[in-house]
Each structure stands twice: as C-alpha cells, then as structure tokens.
C-alpha cells in the first residue's frame, strides 16, 4: 500500500465524538507528493478527528524536520517545523461538475466536502500544504555550515561587482564639460 493511501481516512468508520491517528512521514511520502520545495524529511501529526453526525472538526499538529535548498548555497539542509491547522470536513452531495473528484475545497481552504457516498476524505495534500506553509521563507543553513567552495564563488562574484562599482563612480567624477553649463541652471519654484 502507497503511503498516500494511508493518509485516505474512512469518515464514516469513525464514531461520534473524538479519533485520534497518528501519521509518521517519511522521505516516501514527500517523494510521493512530487513538489520540489519539500525533497524529504521526517514529520510526526497528530490529527484528532471530533464528530458530531456529519460534520469533522480536524485538528493537525506536524512537527519534525524537512529536507528543503539552502537559499545561500543550493545544498540541501534540514529544518526544523512546527505547525497547528484545523480542517472542518462535511459529508455532503457533490456538485454535478465535481462529479469526478470525492473531495472539494472551499474558497478559503479551511472546509473540506467529502462525497457523502464514498466517505474517504484523501489528507495527504492538505498535511503537505500545512508543512510546506510552516517552512520559514528564509533557510539557510547555520553559520559556517554552507557549502565553502559556493560560498567562495559568491564572495569573487560580490567582490567582483563592488570593483565594478567602484571603476563607475570613477566614470561619474569625470564629468563631460558640455554637461557642466547645466550644473549652472536656477530653477525658480
């Protein structure tokens, strides 16, 4: 059985009042997903189900590390995540149109409707969407940790570019003697 096929959670098995599972995910998973932000990691959630008829109240609690690109130095590295979400799922009729899929979103992502026939409610992109929104917007690795030999093609490239700064101030203090008579011009206000 795929890992993604674990995280296809039976609703109407599940009693009224309070579930929990527990999901432990692995460099399988990620790899399953197919996004190139996350390449792997080790994720622990905690998902508590409460139900009350037809209506699911999810808790996700995702903590652990993921594999993600170092912003400095293009190796990979780990980092650490935390992440608390809530998903309100429904058992209801599907639209015509969503005839295909067992699942539909809301606008804002946060409901969750699950064909009242089927019952699977499918997690596994809604955990990777909460683990890919908790990853700060800057990683990099810790200092003295990124990879040397970039570092030291990125410290010639700065260089190399303040010396090219430097050589057009130069240029800018050599004024064109036509363009001196303008310095000259009063601009009344």
């Not at 652990?64 to 400095?72: A, E, I, L, N, P």
Request: charged fraction near 30%; aromatic fraction near 6%.
């Amino acid at each position: 059985m795929s890992i993604l096929e674990t995280l296809r959670v039976d609703l109407k098995s599940l009693d009224e009042g309070s579930t929990k599972m527990r999901f432990d995910l692995s460099d399988d998973y990620f790899n399953a997903i197919e996004e190139e932000e996350v390449s792997g990691g080790e994720v622990f959630v905690d998902v508590n189900f409460r139900r009350t008829q037809d209506l699911f109240t999810v808790d996700f609690h995702s903590e652990g590390t993921v594999k993600v690109t170092c912003d400095r130095c293009l190796d990979e590295m780990e980092q650490e995540i935390e992440a608390d979400n809530r998903l309100i799922i429904k058992l209801g009729d599907m639209p015509a149109a969503a005839s295909r899929s067992e699942t539909q979103y809301s606008d804002d992502g946060e409901t969750m409707t699950v064909d009242k026939n089927s019952g699977i409610a499918d997690l596994s992109w809604f955990i990777y969407e909460s683990i890919a929104l908790s990853i700060p917007v800057k990683h990099v690795h810790a200092p003295g940790k990124c990879n040397a030999a970039m570092i030291e093609t990125l410290e010639s490239h700065k260089n190399g570019n303040q010396s090219a700064a430097r050589s057009s101030e130069d240029e800018d203090e050599t004024i064109d003697p036509r363009w001196n008579a303008l310095k000259n011009i009063k601009f009344e206000n």
